[in-house]
């Protein structure tokens, strides 16, 4: 049994499917790969399923997409304004 690894980022994961994706693993091996690797947090079953599909149709990045709408941050005339 393997000791799951406490620290890791959302490419890592990433990456780890989308390398055992292109060697034809089955999305639920890759899964379950996954969760003995980092640990049942790091993936969930959808979203790795989710990750194949794009790569399938092939998608490379391993980042995030922008997302669309409003801004996080405000533009107002109170929080713009320089004080020299």
Not at 14 to 23: C, E, H, M, T, Y
Not at 58 to 70: F, Q, V
Request: glycine share 8%; with cysteine; aromatic share 10%.
């Amino acid at each position: 049994m393997t000791t799951p690894i406490k620290e890791w980022s959302k490419l890592e994961v990433r990456a780890v499917v989308r390398f055992l994706f292109s060697k034809g693993t089955k999305p639920s091996e890759i899964h379950k790969q996954i969760a003995e690797t980092y640990g049942e947090g790091a993936m969930s079953r959808s979203r790795v399923y989710q990750w194949c599909t794009w790569f399938g149709e092939g998608r490379t990045s391993l980042g995030d997409e922008p997302k669309s709408g409003r801004p996080k941050t405000l533009t107002n005339e109170e929080n713009t304004t320089r004080v020299d």
